[in-house]
C-alpha cells in the first residue's frame, strides 16, 4: 500500500488549535470523540500532529466546539478579526495551568500575565488592551 503524505506544519496546527478549543470547553478527547464519532486515540493524534485531519472531522469539530473551521484552519476566530491567535506548546501549557486554578486565582493569574505582557514588545501593548480582568481582592 502506498505510504501517505507526511504530514505538514498546518496539519500540527489546525491539531494544537483543535486540542485549545476542546480544552476551552472543558471537554475530554473522549467526549470529544464521541461527539464526532472517532475514538479517543484518533483525537489524541489529530491533537498532537501524527494525523491529518479530514475535512468532513473539521466540520464537525467545529460544530462541537461552537469555533468557526476558519479557526481551526487558519488560527483566526471572529472576536478577534483576522488576526492569527499564537498557539504554540507554551501558550497551551500556559491554558492548561491556567484553566486548572480555582476561579479566584484564575483571575489573579490573567491579571499577572497582563501585566507582563506590558513589558513585552511588541506583542505585549496590545495583549494588555484585550478584555481587561480585574483581580480578586484575596
Not at 472543558?26 to 489529530?46: C, M
Not at 506583542?123 to 481582592?137: K, Q, W
Request: aromatic share 4%; charged share 25%; proline share 8%.
Amino acid at each position: 500500500m502506498p505510504r501517505s503524505k507526511p504530514l505538514t506544519t498546518i496539519d500540527k496546527e489546525i491539531g494544537a488549535r483543535m486540542r485549545l478549543a476542546r480544552m476551552r470547553k472543558g471537554l475530554s478527547q473522549e467526549r470529544l470523540g464521541e461527539a464526532v464519532d472517532v475514538t479517543f486515540q484518533q483525537i489524541q493524534k489529530y491533537e498532537r500532529g501524527v494525523n491529518r485531519v479530514s475535512a468532513s472531522t473539521i466540520v464537525k469539530v467545529a460544530k462541537f466546539l461552537n469555533v468557526s473551521v476558519s479557526y481551526l484552519l487558519l488560527g483566526t476566530d471572529d472576536q478577534y478579526g483576522n488576526e492569527p491567535l499564537p498557539i504554540d506548546a507554551a501558550a497551551l501549557t500556559a491554558a492548561r495551568i491556567v484553566a486548572e486554578m480555582p476561579a479566584p486565582a484564575r483571575a489573579r493569574a490573567v491579571s499577572v500575565l497582563r501585566t507582563v505582557a506590558t513589558l513585552c514588545e511588541p506583542v505585549g501593548p496590545s495583549l494588555a488592551t484585550v478584555d481587561p480582568v480585574e483581580p480578586t481582592p484575596a
